[in-house]
Structure formats: C-alpha cells, structure tokens
C-alpha cells in the first residue's frame, strides 16, 4: 500500500458515540455529471425512522450506477447536508482506499436491517 498512515489520536468513548454510522440499502443510483470528480448520485433507505437520504460519492472506479442498486453500505446520518453542485448530499458514505487511492464501499458481511446503527 502506498504511504503508510499513522493513527490519529485517541478519543473519548462519547466522541465515537456521537458519529452516527447506519446500514443503507442503496435503492436508487445515478451517474453525476456535474461533480468536479467523477461521482454517482446515490439515494439510499435507511429504514422507517431515518427514512430516504441521498449522498454523492467518488466511488466510479468500482462501481456503476448499475451495480449499486441494492447494495448494503454504511454511512454517517448526522453530519450536516452538504451542497455539491446541484445535488445535495445528506449522508456520507463509508468506505476505504485500495492500493491505487480508488475507494471501495464498506458494507455488512451478512444482511443487517437497514437503519441498524453500527456499535
């Protein structure tokens, strides 16, 4: 991997606890034109007490619109709606760099409900 990263500093139990990390099923993609990097708009359902929320991610290196649609992700639910272009994005969703920087999706090993918060 290139370009080791070294840990960030340790932080309280309630810092953690504060970051809300949910299972989104993603039930709706679309190419984003529009963005600066090449993204895909993503609405994902996150059960009936958050409900639809929609989120932009630079993730076209792995993914299609195509291949996204049903997919199990987790995403922060409680970081504050983000402008992105036309198009804004009310969660962030997780996942990790590869071997050339590309990301790649975090999502659950085995079907969780969706809107089960991560702890």
């Not at 679309?30 to 090449?38: C, D, H, L, N, V």
């Amino acid at each position: 991997m290139s370009g080791a990263q070294v840990a960030s500093p340790q932080i309280s139990w309630d810092d953690f606890a504060s970051v809300d990390i949910r299972a989104g099923r993603i039930v709706r993609a679309e190419p984003f034109p529009e963005a600066r990097k090449p993204a895909i708009k993503l609405w994902l359902d996150f059960g009936a007490e958050i409900g639809e929320r929609k989120s932009s991610a630079q993730i076209t290196r792995h993914y299609s619109p195509e291949t996204l649609v049903g997919k199990q992700v987790l995403a922060v639910v409680n970081f504050p709606p983000r402008q992105i272009g036309p198009f804004r994005s009310e969660v962030l969703v997780l996942g990790l760099p590869d071997e050339a920087g590309e990301v790649v999706l975090i999502a659950p090993d085995k079907p969780v409900p969706d809107g089960g918060r991560m702890y």
